[in-house]
């Protein structure tokens, strides 16, 4: 789950305040997959539902905002996958449906993710929307298969250590996808954010699952030395469309912890809101989650509140 955002400062955020306003009904229609907030730091599998293949992939602290847990995938090769029904969620044949998630990337990786029409995919050719990397490729380029074409094409060049956010919408009729992708946290997406081939295309096909719902959240990686594969990869902040909208908010939760009252401004009216509900023993001031208010707090506030959001 997202705690900072990089467009609250010491200054008026107008951007920010407007799309907080219009959030909640964002929020309504996006369902939570997951967000590796109540998860054991560690191995994920076996956790939530998860299946790893690995015990390398962890929950672990976001290497961006040491408040934040998020999903951290090594460069080995492996295989990651949860049930989408098991929080609920559902992606039927004959319908349409949006996914989100944030996705940060540090060095070279080959790995894949999307949804698929198998219980326990394990194979490349089991995803239906393919979305990923190559360690071959000459950047940290962003590819996705089409099974139209039958192979791989690169859509975007992401910048190493960087959070993205990336919308897909899975059209279950036509067994095709389209994507968008920016920075920014709580950014919603714009029409100049939406990902197209070198040859122009931005409809890709399913590689697999037509004529299918869709029951897994899968993710497969492959390791090997003939190119470097160091990796790793984040994910956080999964999230599935309700109905069969096109929804291009972002779901993930824009908020600045010292920002104590949401206002976009880092100032004294924070601190002092802070400090009462401190003296009050309010659980918002339990900064630190440990269930007692003391020193750690406090310093905890004061150290985010001097780095800014």
Request: aromatic share 12%.
């Amino acid at each position: 789950m997202v705690h900072t955002s990089t467009r609250v400062r010491r200054a008026p955020a107008i951007g920010l305040i407007l799309a907080l306003i219009g959030a909640p009904v964002a929020v309504a229609q996006f369902q939570l997959f997951d967000d590796f907030e109540d998860k054991t730091p560690g191995p994920i599998s076996g956790q939530d539902g998860w299946v790893a293949w690995s015990a390398g992939i962890v929950a672990a602290v976001d290497p961006a905002d040491p408040f934040n847990q998020v999903l951290l995938v090594p460069s080995n090769s492996s295989i990651l996958r949860k049930s989408l029904g098991s929080e609920g969620i559902n992606v039927p044949d004959l319908t349409q449906r949006m996914t989100f998630m944030r996705l940060r990337v540090a060095r070279k990786q080959t790995f894949s993710l999307g949804l698929s029409p198998f219980t326990s995919p394990d194979e490349y050719s089991d995803f239906a929307n393919e979305i990923g990397m190559a360690n071959g490729a000459d950047d940290l380029n962003l590819r996705v298969w089409d099974e139209d074409i039958g192979h791989y094409q690169e859509v975007a060049q992401l910048e190493p250590d960087r959070w993205y956010n990336l919308w897909c919408i899975l059209d279950t009729y036509t067994n095709t996808y389209r994507l968008w992708l920016n920075e920014g946290v709580g950014r919603d997406a714009e029409a100049s954010d939406a990902l197209s081939a070198p040859d122009g295309h931005a409809t890709f096909a399913f590689r697999t699952g037509t004529n299918s719902d869709l029951v897994t959240f899968y993710l497969k990686t492959s390791g090997g030395a003939s190119d470097p594969n160091d990796g790793p990869i984040y994910l956080d902040d999964i999230y599935v469309e309700a109905g069969t909208m096109v929804n291009l908010t972002n779901p993930a939760i824009d908020a600045c912890p010292p920002d104590v009252n949401n206002d976009g401004v880092l100032n004294f009216f924070d601190a002092l809101l802070f400090l009462d509900q401190f003296a009050s023993g309010d659980d918002q001031a339990d900064v630190n989650g440990d269930g007692a208010f003391d020193f750690f707090d406090v310093q905890m506030f004061l150290a985010s509140f001097s780095a800014g959001c």
